[in-house]
């Protein structure tokens, strides 16, 4: 078997995500080894779930640094030293700047609780709940210098009901986010993500279903 990937984990909030991801590492369904988990958030959940994991975790609070580009320095340093060789935000509420990119290019991932392009930044289950969306669902996909705006790796869709809240929306949309991020980050793993231009290729990976998402249902 392949050298595991080292992989750092950058969150902000309760950690779910990074839970999948940890399960994961632990079953040997992603072939990686989460080396450090960095949060601007010293109340995080996050932190607590590495911890309980055993794995290391860093608290970097972007409150104690006057300009972005700092914490950024100080984060990449963090990941740098770890050797990290994917950068996964998992829930991490800050937007990364320029520098970063370029110290991890077509290296960062990110999880996005929309089917992007349509819902991009904040409060986006609600935000497809006030449109009138019929379906919603999440995205990962490499980050670039836009604001959810990166090459696509893998989306999953879910059925918006007639009455759902922001709550049971975003804990449909959260059931699909934990079974494609760590599949996302097992293929980086493997080596079987190739990015052209927008286009993530996703090789050895059969597309055999064509069916078609309707909601709400057809009569017949
Ligand atoms: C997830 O829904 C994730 O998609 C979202 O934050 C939540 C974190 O939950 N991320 C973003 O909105 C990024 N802009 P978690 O801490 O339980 O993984």
């Known amino acids: 078997m392949a050298e595991k990937l080292r992989i750092g984990v950058l969150a902000s909030g309760g950690g779910t995500n990074l839970q999948s991801?940890?399960?994961?590492?632990?079953?040997?369904?992603?072939?990686?080894?989460?080396?450090?988990?960095?949060?601007?958030n010293p109340s995080s959940g996050a932190l607590i779930r590495a911890s309980n994991a055993g794995v290391m975790t860093q608290c970097i609070d972007h409150?104690?640094?006057?300009?972005?580009?700092?914490?950024?320095?100080?984060?990449?340093?963090?990941?740098?030293e770890n050797n990290v060789q994917l950068v996964v935000l998992a829930g991490f509420m800050r937007i990364i700047g320029q520098r970063f990119l370029d110290a991890f290019p077509n290296r960062i991932m990110n999880i996005h609780p929309a089917l992007l392009p349509s819902f991009p930044g904040l409060h986006v289950q609600q935000k497809a709940l006030d449109y009138g969306a019929r379906f919603a669902g999440c995205t990962v996909h490499f980050v670039d210098g836009g604001v959810d705006t990166g090459p696509i790796i893998a989306q999953a869709v879910v059925p918006v009901l007639d009455n759902d809240t922001d709550e049971s929306l975003s804990a449909r949309i959260l059931v699909q986010e934990h079974?494609?991020?760590?599949?996302?980050?097992?293929?980086?793993?493997?080596?079987?993500?190739?990015?052209?231009?927008?286009?993530?290729?996703?090789?050895?990976?059969?597309?055999?279903?064509?069916?078609?998402?309707?909601?709400?249902?057809?009569?017949?």
């Open 179 to 220: 079974k494609i991020y760590p599949q996302a980050i097992e293929w980086f793993a493997q080596g079987a993500l190739s990015i052209t231009g927008r286009k993530v290729i996703v090789s050895a990976q059969v597309q055999d279903s064509t069916q078609e998402l309707i909601n709400p249902p057809l009569d017949h």
């Open 63 to 80: 409150r104690s640094f006057e300009k972005r580009d700092d914490f950024d320095s100080e984060v990449v340093a963090a990941l740098k």
């Open 21 to 40: 991801i940890i399960d994961g590492c632990q079953a040997g369904s992603i072939n990686a080894e989460i080396v450090t988990v960095i949060s601007n």
